[in-house]
């Protein structure tokens, strides 16, 4: 009979494994939540700035809490809790695994709920490294207080708190950027994609329509977390698929009642022309672009885990982008799906697969594609006036700066989808939105473009906060415009662009909230006569 050994994993070359299992930032910040609503929180707040030269994050909740033995549980990998199938946690890794991806030093602090004083436990990497054991440390109520007591009184209130120290890897992205600015815009950036992504995932409970009808609270940095339905059912030119009762609910096996089918729905969102306004329609996308966002959104317990993509059953196409379709998993088969420890990756059984090709994917992508209008291309401008982008580039730039005109944003927390207010000699004005320059495709130099306005106007400025710059759009959707430069005449072309950028500039120099009303009018004018004049062919 073989000899039984015990052997104990390498500490240091374990902990470097779990630590690069895939964890991006967002999604371990969810695997928090996860924890919370496991707990029975109703109120969870997530707190991530910069401190003594360095970014922390906390996650707090009013949840049931923990003992000391429950906390020793907590900071154990593979801990002997069992999870309830209901429950968003699985695998006892989350908490750890999450955490470590992100810091170097992790804390837990804790009480039952009732209870006045809290206990910690923690892990800190470089010591499990340095003595190559798996080392933990235990917190007394007087070490947790003298850590906690120079936060908001609500880390004192709370049942559990989350505390990330020592982020090396986003401490390293923030000491790289080049000035104050972009380390602003990074941090900006980084709340801002957390916010979206935690809206998505945790939606359901955020709207109250989750499994268990609860309603979560959450906030982040003091502010109060929305939900985004990836759905857009409050849109009016949202379209429904139909599908069959058996199409909708799957049964992977014989003989299993309708609670244990696997949900099926499939949604074509509008198109931006049809969505109720541009803002919608940027939002609907989150935080990826519109290809990425079509296919198959999987929910396990009412939790968004995988979204987007078609899990190679069809290939991604601009024709059906705007198509998604929602697949509830029950808890019961999880190990069907081979759910991963980080929750973002799935695998679907084959008889899914088969029924998803067969029965739902043709009928979505029909509709999709029926229903798709392809974006107009913006119009190819080559004169000599677009010819001499860099020159005049810098012209442009030095004319601003002369003329002392100032551009920032109204919401630096939010910079790239902030309005950008211009101030002039006479006051200042709302110009635009940041993210119109994505918008428009503008590129660096690039003083004029043509493109598609919303409205009727013949051209639209759009000023750029980051590069105190600014790039006048000339409205090709105008009958005017779309007969200049549809020409093959680059001389007009270039005096015809050459006069916009004119309007534009004094249009930037000279426009304030009180004569926004004179510029409005000039403009509609400008349009309603040259559309007229072109319709007559009196030119």
């Known amino acids: 009979m073989p000899k039984e050994v015990e052997r104990i994993p390498n500490a240091r070359k374990t902990q470097n494994a779990l630590r690069g299992l895939g964890y991006d930032f967002n999604s371990s910040v969810a695997d928090l939540i996860d924890n919370c609503i496991a707990a029975n929180a109703r109120n969870i707040e997530i707190y991530f700035f910069r401190q003594d030269k360095g970014f922390k994050l906390f996650v707090l909740d009013d949840g049931d809490g923990m003992n000391n033995k429950q906390l020793a549980e907590a900071i154990t990998y593979g801990s002997e809790v069992e999870y309830d199938k209901q429950s968003l946690g699985k695998f006892g890794f989350g908490l750890k695994t999450a955490s470590l991806a992100h810091c170097n030093k992790l804390i837990v602090f804790s009480k039952k709920k009732g209870q006045s004083k809290h206990y910690g436990s923690g892990i800190d990497t470089h010591q499990v490294s340095k003595k190559n054991r798996w080392v933990t440390y235990d917190y007394t109520f007087s070490e947790c207080y003298e850590i906690l007591k120079d936060f908001p009184a609500v880390f004192i209130e709370m049942n559990t708190i989350v505390m990330w120290d020592g982020m090396e890897l986003i401490d390293r992205e923030y000491k790289a950027k080049t000035n104050d600015r972009h380390k602003h815009n990074y941090e900006s950036s980084l709340v ?8 998505l995932v945790f939606h359901r409970f955020i709207d109250g329509s989750s499994h268990k009808k609860l309603k979560i609270n959450i906030k982040l940095n003091g502010q109060e977390v929305s939900f985004f339905d990836p759905f857009c059912h ?134 999709a594609k029926t229903s798709y209008k392809p974006p107009t291309k913006p119009i190819k401008v080559r004169n000599k006036f677009r010819k001499h982008n860099r020159e005049l580039s810098d012209f442009s730039k030095d004319a601003v700066k002369k003329a002392a005109i100032e551009m920032s944003f109204t919401d630096s927390k939010n910079s790239h989808m902030s309005p950008v207010r211009v101030v002039n000699k006479g006051g200042d004005f709302i110009s635009n939105r940041q993210s119109d320059n994505i918008k428009h495709h503008i590129k660096e130099n690039m003083v004029v473009t043509t493109g598609i306005l919303e409205t009727d106007d013949l051209w639209k400025i759009v000023s750029d906060a980051d590069g105190q710059k600014f790039t006048v759009v000339i409205n090709q959707n105008h009958p005017f415009c779309e007969y200049v430069y549809t020409s093959k005449n680059s001389v007009l072309t270039s005096v015809v662009d050459a006069l916009f950028y004119t309007m534009g500039f004094s249009e930037l120099y000279t426009k304030t909230e009180e004569n926004e009303e004179v510029f409005l009018t000039i403009k509609d004018q400008m349009s309603t006569v040259l559309k007229k004049l072109t319709k007559e062919k009196l030119y």
């Open 192 to 199: 801002e994609k957390l916010k979206m992504h935690i809206e």
């Open 234 to 367: 409050d849109e009016e030119y949202r379209i429904p698929i139909l599908l069959k009762q058996s199409e909708m609910y799957y049964k992977p096996f014989e003989g299993l009642d309708q609670n244990e089918s696997i949900r099926i729905q499939g949604h074509i969102l509008p198109s931006k022309d049809r969505f109720s306004s541009i803002e919608a329609w940027e939002r609907a996308k989150g935080n990826q672009n519109w290809n990425e966002s079509q296919g198959f959104y999987i929910y396990r317990n009412s939790r968004l885990i995988r979204f987007g993509g078609w899990q190679r059953i069809i290939a991604k196409d601009e024709h059906i982008k705007y198509a998604r379709v929602s697949i509830d998993i029950p808890d019961a088969y999880d190990d069907l799906f081979k759910i991963v420890v980080h929750k973002a990756a799935v695998s679907f059984p084959e008889s899914l697969r088969w029924h998803l090709k067969k029965h739902i994917t043709p009928k979505v992508s029909k509709l």
